[in-house]
């Protein structure tokens, strides 16, 4: 007779006096590139029965509502370092069809800056803008924050207006290009080249206005060869002029076991807290008291082993790039990079799940048809709904496995606590492919509230957001 397998034990203790530092709501963003077909059938398609008399579809911005995306970053991507931003404002009817070299497409144009704007509106999105400084540079870049943002009496700010936009769309969030490390970005170049570039570029654009925040490229992941030197030469041009410093990171499944894949989680921990601590020494060397936040603005699972460049020959509109079909291992992952994000709150400010529709994405739709949920969808929406306030610290007493990445712990845990309401959550995940997990939270420190303790049992391969009920009050 076999003995039955027993379940990881794992025990963790939460105290909301320990703090890691409040919830912002930019940590839940997404991501909007013209790339596949992310805008065109995705967001935007008119004659859909969903669509509105703008042609954003409908039973899309319902979706995306309800998982909770709080800031959207537009247009790429490496498309941004060959967009023309001009080509996407004023009647469609002249706009301009142009070839998108990032990927291979045709781009119309049909959907550009204002019907960008005026669809984060109707999500209850925040816009983050990215500028071109691939094939253009500084001077585009302040024409396109003049015309989003002056309020009216220059050429720029009018033209806006009489594209129907009267009040300024005030755009406060900023990427200094995207990706510049990368020998696949049109207009790719040095760290120095860079770093001179968008400090140039910042003072510019803050003497249009002064109340924007802006993020200088970092490295566009942590296996690139220049990784933290890049940081570190680009920060020492630009430290004083910006205000943060973005980091990528996709993980792919394909040819790794489940536990490795699930590994990724550890390798973007690592990965924050290494440009943190590039960051900081290159304010040390400048004497500075400023800290930089991390913009983790792309980030997501993606089967980039299946994805062949070469494969894409034809000029098409809108064509099916990066579809992929996520299951449960995935969404695991996604929660566990989420509570990735969470446990650097103190330094993490924004971050993009990358993208929104379509292209690696949460949702998926079918022109003229439905828009569905992915498996990854629910962790997102799930953990964006829950975790208010600050996070606390957490760390779970639990087995850890051998990974490429370092020591792995088979249960990963966050939690956030709202003093307004005094609401706990807790997001939980089980990265044991074989057992059951079964933990004990010690609650002690939040008195009779919930009891003092939390039992919670997980499944092999999985996660849950617990929101804990707290106990009536005497005389409620």
């Known amino acids: 007779m076999t003995d039955p397998v027993q379940p990881v034990r794992a025990s963790l203790t939460l105290d909301?006096?320990?703090?890691?530092?409040?919830?912002?709501?930019?940590?839940?963003?997404?991501?909007?590139?013209?790339?596949?077909?992310?805008?065109?059938?995705?967001?935007?398609?008119?004659?859909?029965?969903?669509?509105?008399?703008?042609?954003?579809?409908?039973?899309?911005?319902?979706?995306v509502r309800e998982l909770g995306v709080s800031v959207v970053r537009y247009p790429g991507g490496n498309f941004v370092s060959g967009y023309r931003w001009e080509d996407g404002v004023g009647p469609v009817a002249d706009r301009p069809t142009r070839l998108d070299l990032a990927w291979h497409t045709i781009e119309t144009n049909a959907f550009g800056t204002d019907e960008f704007m005026a669809w984060c509106r109707e999500a209850g999105a925040e816009p983050m803008m990215a500028v071109n400084l691939g094939t253009r540079g500084m001077q585009e870049a302040l024409d396109l924050l003049e015309y989003c943002n002056h309020p009216g009496g220059t050429r720029l700010s009018d033209l806006r207006r009489?594209?129907?936009?009267?009040?300024?769309?005030?755009?406060?969030?900023?990427?200094?290009?995207?990706?510049?490390?990368?020998?696949?970005?049109?207009?790719?170049?040095?760290?120095?080249?860079?770093?001179?570039?968008?400090?140039?570029?910042?003072r510019a654009m803050r003497l249009v206005d002064p109340r924007i925040e802006l993020v200088a490229c970092g490295s566009s992941h942590s296996g690139m060869a220049t990784f933290g030197t890049w940081e570190a030469t680009v920060l020492e041009q630009c430290y004083d002029t910006v205000d943060y410093v973005s980091l990528h990171s996709y993980y792919d499944p394909l040819e790794k076991s489940v536990p490795e894949f699930l590994a990724g989680a550890v390798d973007l921990d690592r990965s924050i807290e290494e440009v943190v601590a590039t960051a900081d020494h290159v304010a040390a060397r400048l004497r500075s008291?400023?800290?930089?936040?991390?913009?983790?603005?792309?980030?997501?699972?993606?089967?980039?082993?299946?994805?062949?460049?070469?494969?894409?020959t034809e000029w098409e509109q809108a064509p099916r790039l990066l579809e992929d079909v996520y299951d449960d291992v995935d969404a695991t992952m996604v929660a566990s990079l989420m509570i990735t994000l969470l446990r650097h709150a103190d330094r993490v400010a924004v971050g993009c799940l990358a993208q929104l529709v379509n292209v690696i994405a949460p949702i998926r739709t079918e022109p003229g048809g439905p828009a569905t949920r992915q498996t990854t969808f629910a962790p997102f929406a799930q953990i964006a709904a829950a975790a208010r306030g600050s996070v606390l610290r957490v760390e779970p007493q639990v087995a850890t496995y051998e990974s490429e990445a370092g020591d792995v712990p088979l249960v990963d845990a966050t939690a956030t606590y709202d003093d307004?309401?005094?609401?706990?959550?807790?997001?939980?995940?089980?990265?044991?492919?074989?057992?059951?997990?079964?933990?004990?939270?010690?609650?002690?420190?939040?008195g009779e509230a919930y009891g003092g303790r939390l039992d919670v049992q997980l499944a092999p391969v999985s996660w849950e957001v617990v929101r804990p009920q707290r106990a009536p009050r005497p005389g409620s």
């Open 420 to 446: 307004e309401t005094g609401d706990l959550a807790l997001v939980l995940v089980n990265r044991a492919t074989d057992r059951a997990a079964q933990v004990s939270v010690d609650l002690r420190a939040f």
């Open 162 to 202: 009489a594209n129907g936009a009267a009040e300024p769309h005030d755009v406060r969030l900023w990427c200094l290009g995207n990706e510049m490390d990368g020998d696949w970005q049109i207009g790719a170049m040095s760290a120095a080249e860079y770093g001179a570039l968008a400090a140039r570029t910042a």
């Open 16 to 63: 909301p006096a320990f703090r890691v530092g409040p919830v912002d709501p930019r940590l839940f963003g997404s991501f909007v590139e013209h790339l596949g077909r992310c805008v065109y059938t995705g967001i935007f398609e008119p004659g859909h029965p969903s669509a509105d008399d703008r042609g954003f579809r409908g039973d899309v911005l319902d979706l």
């Open 289 to 312: 008291r400023k800290r930089l936040k991390l913009s983790v603005d792309e980030w997501n699972v993606w089967y980039v082993s299946r994805w062949d460049p070469a494969s894409v």
